[in-house]
């Protein structure tokens, strides 16, 4: 089966730098979304990794690696309007996005 | 620019009752378009696409079922709810014709059934 695993929630820092993973087993992949949502809202796109290696963007950076199934968004010089839920999806062979659960983000100051 | 508007943003609903939630784009023409169902604790539940008017695919069999009458607006239905049918939906729509994962959400619709 085709399966998206990352944490379920996660703490961190106002300013600090935190790293949030995710794993992917899918039939055939054509890139990797990262998502934001905060509570209640929709999700807004962040990045999309389709090549091995990172793809900055501002204070927002996503990795992958398509050898081990395996991408991380980096989020730097976190703010308070960090807060919310990360959301990993997979585009498979069909070109259908597989969504993990989704990571909440709590930032403290 | 384009945008995308669902509604009712909010609504509670007896066991039995009927469900009708609409999403128009504004701003493109010929998006893909899709309803998704988010459950907490879980990822996002592709319902329902659509490539043009009238072409609508299922993805989940269940009590629920989604019309495209016009190129732009796509509507969810329900002749009947199930408590299982409460969940947060979404309405999304990507370029046309795009094969990415680049996806532009609605404001969400939150159903209650009870």
Redesign the interface.
């Known amino acids: 089966g085709q399966n998206?695993d990352q944490p379920?929630e996660m703490t961190a820092t106002e300013g600090a730098i935190v790293q949030i993973n995710c794993t992917y087993q899918t039939s055939g992949f054509?890139?990797l979304?990262w998502y934001q949502q905060h509570a209640?809202?929709?999700?807004?796109?962040l990045s999309?990794n389709v090549l091995d290696g990172l793809e900055e963007k501002g204070r927002f950076s996503s990795f992958l690696s398509r050898s081990k199934g395996y991408s991380y968004l980096l989020l730097k010089e976190l703010q308070m309007k960090d807060s919310a839920s990360y959301?990993c999806?997979v585009?498979d062979s069909n070109?259908?996005?597989?969504?993990?659960?989704?990571t909440k983000l709590i930032i403290k100051p | 620019s384009q945008t995308i508007h669902q509604w009712p943003a909010t609504l509670v609903q007896p066991v039995g009752s009927p469900l009708s939630l609409e999403c128009t784009v504004e701003g493109t023409s010929n998006p893909n378009l899709y309803w998704y169902r988010q459950a907490a604790g879980r990822g996002l539940q592709l319902l329902f696409y659509s490539v043009g008017i009238g072409q609508i695919s299922s993805e989940v069999p269940q009590n629920l079922s989604a019309s495209r009458p016009q190129d732009r607006q796509f509507i969810l239905s329900s002749k009947k709810l199930l408590l299982s049918d409460s969940g947060f939906y979404l309405c999304a729509w990507s370029a046309p014709g795009a094969h990415t994962g680049e996806l532009f959400f609605g404001e969400g619709s939150r159903l209650t059934v009870l």
Request: cysteine-free.
């Open positions: 998206i379920t054509n890139g979304f209640g809202e929709a999700p807004t796109f999309y959301l999806a585009s070109y259908q996005l597989i969504w993990g659960a989704g």
